[in-house]
């Protein structure tokens, strides 16, 4: 049987190698087997500050980078979530069945908290994993392709799909997180202990995917790695060892496989070689998204047909939810 997939990514800073590594290469190589919807999360970017122009061009960018990385609207279904109005209104529903206490357990939320103060932080980012839910319920989706940050936010809309269907009966269908063995979790360059992060204000520790070739390498001689000099996998030493993951995930060479070609070799090779790696891995995705770029009416064609196609399914979930909380 054909199973659903639901992913998405959001406009709030240019993609990243982790956004490549951890969910968008992985979800080219699904669409030709399952039923897939891969959106633009858009209304979850502004739950921070965005730049009204800023939000719009990288709106489009991104959607430029799914198509230029592989994803292909014969077969998958490509929008944009705000197109799709039943994201915002099963979200709200959603909202009025959920707990506070589960929203105040996420990590990420508390993480981005941490790091601001509270009076800064909008209500819309302590209910974002309420609008996640709504995005992965409304297809029905089976299965959500995510790097290992977004594990618990789908074990959340498990939750909520699970108290909504005790209360109304069988409505929606159980998603289940599938993370990667390999670049499920990609680290900063400059602070190999962190995330890297589209949003991060240090582009030191980041590679995005339109980065031209000389700063891709540049970043990455520089990365941080620890005074050792035998290049091995190990939690004691982040730096390395993220340089050899990043190798692994875009070689597709195990870990193992990866520290027998380097054995002997000294961290400088594998910097040089990863550097080389990823210049080829991001060329044609370059070139692609280039052709995007020179044709926007055909970006938004796609677009248009993403939304029409998404808005078909969403508006049945959504139809059904409503009548079943009384609502209509
Ligand atoms: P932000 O900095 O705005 O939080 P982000 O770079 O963390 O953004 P998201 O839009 O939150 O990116 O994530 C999109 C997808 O990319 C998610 O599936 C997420 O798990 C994955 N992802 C993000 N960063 C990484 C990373 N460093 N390594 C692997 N996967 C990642
Ligand atoms: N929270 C996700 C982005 C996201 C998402 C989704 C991912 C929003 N809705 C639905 C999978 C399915 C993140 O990566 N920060």
């Keep these: 049987m054909q199973k659903r997939v639901l992913s998405g990514i959001q ?20 669409q030709d087997k399952n039923e897939s919807y891969f959106c633009i999360v858009d209304l979850h970017a502004i739950t921070e500050p965005q730049d009204p122009q800023d939000l719009r061009r990288r709106t489009r960018d991104i959607a430029a980078l799914y198509l230029a990385a592989g994803l292909d609207s014969a ?4 929008f944009v979530q705000s197109h ?13 069945m959920t707990p506070m206490g589960w929203l105040e357990r ?5 993480d981005k908290v941490a790091k601001g103060s509270a009076e800064r932080v909008s209500v819309g980012l302590f209910d974002y994993p309420v609008l996640m839910a709504a995005d992965i319920l409304l297809y029905q989706a089976h299965l959500v392709p995510v790097g290992d940050d977004q594990r618990q936010h789908v074990e ?9 269907n005790h209360r109304f009966g069988d409505t929606f269908t159980i998603p289940e997180p599938l993370i990667g063995d390999t670049g499920a979790r990609i680290m900063s360059l400059s602070d190999p202990t962190k995330k890297m992060s589209k949003s ?17 390498r540049r970043k990455i001689m520089r990365a941080k790695t620890d005074s050792g000099t035998e290049p091995r996998f190990d939690d004691e030493r982040p730096g390395i060892t993220n340089l050899l ?12 496989e990866t520290e027998a070609h380097f054995a002997g070799r000294g961290y400088g090779d594998v910097k040089r070689e990863l550097a080389d790696a990823t210049i080829t891995a991001l060329e044609p995705l370059q070139r692609e998204h280039q052709r995007y770029t020179d044709d926007p009416a055909e970006l938004d064609r796609e677009l248009r047909k993403g939304c029409e196609r998404a808005s078909v399914v969403a508006e049945q979930t959504l139809r059904d939810v409503q009548e079943k909380v009384g609502l209509r």
């Design 75 to 78: 077969k998958s279904i490509i």
């Design 84 to 96: 799709v109005r039943a994201h915002s209104e099963l979200g709200w529903i959603l909202n009025c």
């Design 245 to 256: 993951e990043i190798f692994s995930a875009l070689t597709g060479k195990s870990r193992a």
């Design 200 to 216: 991060d204000e240090d582009p030191s520790g980041t590679i995005a995917l339109l980065d031209p070739p000389e700063l891709v």
């Design 156 to 164: 959340f809309t498990r939750d909520v799909a699970l108290r909504f």
């Design 106 to 110: 996420m990590t990420q939320f508390k």
């Design 11 to 30: 406009p709030s800073g240019e993609l990243t190698l982790g956004n490549y590594l951890g969910a968008l290469r992985r979800w080219v190589s699904m």
